[in-house]
């Protein structure tokens, strides 16, 4: 990935906010409580109750939106027992410290390989975050200190989830959590509702394969509760497959035999897309992500090998 698509991808998550709660009709508890920041670049921060008490998942971008999502979740008068991290994304895990502080100490996990990712930040989002204009981002990241291996259930504050582990895709590495009682999943940016997603690291393929790979070893899901948009059902998941099919679809069809990608045939595919996604928010406050994610996922259809391609990402 190069540095401009790095500083585009760091750019995620606006910084004014606003908040509600969520349930998926006919789910049993426990109730998922909700804040989302505003458009653009709005990103979601979940909570649930267990035991023990509250369990969040993800914790917003800047320190401002970070604040507000604690301070939505400490209306309810229940106390936050442990903090759930899904990928290492800046907009995802900016407000740790701000939660951790709050909750005196209060544990926080994390897969095994997301914890090396937000440790080792080997794109430079972080830094690069920071560096934004008027940027409100922590001057440093509070890690994890309960990482688990991919695929291990966990026990944060008393009750029981399932987890997976997935990527290349939308990130290098993402966790799912999942309440196999409420039949709840946390699916972070593997999936969105109705949301421009970043592209840019290029692996628009694998994020294909996650998704199916998700659909097969969760099954029974109730409510998808994903990284950007409204909670939803198990359709999210193939809303997010025909996207990225179409996607792709489009830019392999404007580069017969690996031609470049001219700026007119960038335009018309961008075009395209936005008739065929009419209000789609972007998932970062950057007016060029669609053209951006084009170019990225240009560069990654050039590169691939018709002979080992994975029939997921196959011409349709």
């Not at 917003?60 to 507000?68: E, G, I, P």
């Not at 907009?91 to 939660?99: E, R």
């Amino acid at each position: 990935m190069s540095r401009l698509a790095a500083l585009l991808l760091a750019a995620l998550c606006a910084a004014s906010c606003s908040s509600g709660t969520a349930r998926h009709q006919g789910e049993a508890p426990p109730a998922v409580g909700r804040f989302a920041s505003a458009d653009p670049g709005s990103v979601n921060t979940y909570w649930l109750q267990a035991p023990q008490g509250l369990v969040v998942v993800d914790t917003q971008r800047s320190l401002t939106d970070a604040r507000a999502a604690l301070a939505a979740v400490e209306a309810t008068g229940v106390p936050i027992a442990a903090i759930l991290i899904t990928h290492s994304h800046p907009d995802h895990v900016g407000g740790v410290g701000v939660f951790r502080k709050a909750t005196a100490g209060a544990p926080v996990y994390a897969s095994a390989p997301v914890d090396t990712s937000m440790r080792t930040d080997p794109l430079h989002f972080y830094d690069l975050t920071r560096a934004l204009p008027n940027s409100d981002y922590a001057p440093q990241i509070a890690y994890p200190d309960h990482t688990f291996a991919p695929g291990s259930p966990i026990e944060p504050a008393g009750m029981t989830l399932e987890t997976a582990e997935f990527g290349p895709g939308e990130s290098e590495t993402s966790t799912v959590y999942y309440d196999p009682k409420s039949r709840a999943l946390f699916a972070g940016d593997l999936v969105a509702d109705k949301a421009t997603p970043a592209l840019l690291e290029g692996h628009s393929c694998g994020w294909l394969i996650d998704l199916d790979r998700l659909r097969t070893q969760f099954p029974h899901i109730g409510t998808i509760y994903p990284g950007h948009g409204a909670p939803g059902g198990p359709e999210l998941i193939d809303q997010q497959r025909a996207y990225l099919e179409h996607f792709r679809h489009l830019v392999r069809t404007a580069l017969p035999d690996g031609t470049d990608l001219t700026e007119d045939k960038l335009n018309s595919i961008a075009a395209e897309l936005s008739r065929d996604y009419p209000g789609y928010p972007s998932v970062a406050s950057l007016p060029t992500l669609l053209e951006e994610n084009i170019k990225s996922v240009a560069q990654e259809i050039r590169a691939e090998d018709p002979a080992t391609l994975p029939i997921l990402c196959q011409a349709r």
